[in-house]
């Protein structure tokens, strides 16, 4: 194993699982969310904001690793 390796996902790796995360698992966790209020028999409107709120934010918590950075340039590549 040479120095120069990082433990961890590359940055491409961690593009790729961005977008599946946003562009599959957002939706499918929205419809959970939905489907568990609506089990609630419409709770008061400050209630329901509240679930929306927490759970919106509880979502990309255990993603953050995989978010971290990716917005930025690549850091493996050479500049030119």
């Known amino acids: 194993?040479?120095?120069e390796e990082k433990p961890g996902?590359?940055?491409?790796a961690?593009?790729?699982w961005s977008l599946v995360l946003l562009l599959v698992g957002l939706?499918?966790?929205i419809v959970a969310v939905v489907t568990v209020v609506n089990w609630l028999d419409r709770p008061p409107i400050w209630l329901?904001?509240?679930v929306y709120v927490v759970?919106?934010?509880l979502w990309a918590l255990p993603f953050k690793?995989?978010?971290k950075g990716v917005?930025?340039?690549?850091?493996?590549?050479?500049?030119d």
């Open 9 to 12: 996902l590359s940055y491409k």
């Open 48 to 50: 329901e904001l509240l």
């Open 55 to 57: 759970l919106g934010v």
């Open 27 to 29: 939706p499918a966790y």
């Open 65 to 67: 690793f995989v978010f």
């Open 71 to 79: 917005g930025k340039d690549d850091p493996d590549n050479p500049q």
């Open 1 to 3: 194993m040479s120095g």
């Open 14 to 16: 961690r593009r790729r």
